[in-house]
């Protein structure tokens, strides 16, 4: 039986061990004693007993709670990258409505400037058609005094001519130069 209990090739590392100047004892610690292996067995169990109880309990304990803190946290960044993603896409159709504001804003100041370039386009006009229909209206009275100031003076030199004529008895030369003189003095009032 205790062929089963030692190590193969126990007497070549005895042999070794001695022919290097070792001593002729056995290593204790590479001898076999059945009373040490249980008393070994009994320690580990033992020890993985306290180092459950005591260790690895709370490492595992502290290790799940380490996972759920990660895992939260991943949760809580998703979460943010989410909202991020909302706040840009706001963001995003607050700015295109503000631009699609700004151009009806601006197309309404256009067509408003445009109507009102146009009102005082027509205002100017009115103005100017007023100011010529009063201009030839104040033309045409003052053509009509004119013509009225001619007619009046060729009845005056009319008269003149008539009495010039009556108080002398006239010659063809005398009448034809009166009637210069006074189509000259007619012509003078034309101008």
Known sequence: MNQYWSIPGDDVLHE????????????????????????????????LAVL?????????????ERQRSIEDSLLSAEKARKELEGINQESEAILSKAKTEAQGI?????????KLKDDIV???????????E??????????????????????????????????KNISKDDN??????????LKNYEA
Do not use: C, Y
């Open 52 to 64: 459950a109880k005591f260790a690895w309990k709370p490492l595992l304990l502290m290790l799940d």
């Open 122 to 132: 027509a205002k100017a006009n009115q103005e100017a058609d007023d100011q010529l």
């Open 16 to 47: 070794s061990t001695t022919s290097h100047g070792g001593s002729s004892e056995q290593n204790p610690l590479v001898k076999l004693d059945p009373g040490l292996f249980i008393w070994t067995v009994l320690t580990f169990l033992l020890l």
């Open 134 to 167: 009063k201009a030839k209206s104040q033309i045409s009275v003052e053509k009509d005094k004119v013509l009225l100031e001619i007619r009046k003076e060729v009845v005056d030199l009319s008269i003149d001519v008539a009495e010039k004529i009556i108080k």
């Open 106 to 114: 601006v197309t309404d100041a256009k067509s408003a400037a445009e």
């Open 176 to 185: 034809s130069s009166i009637i210069e003189e006074s189509m000259q003095k």
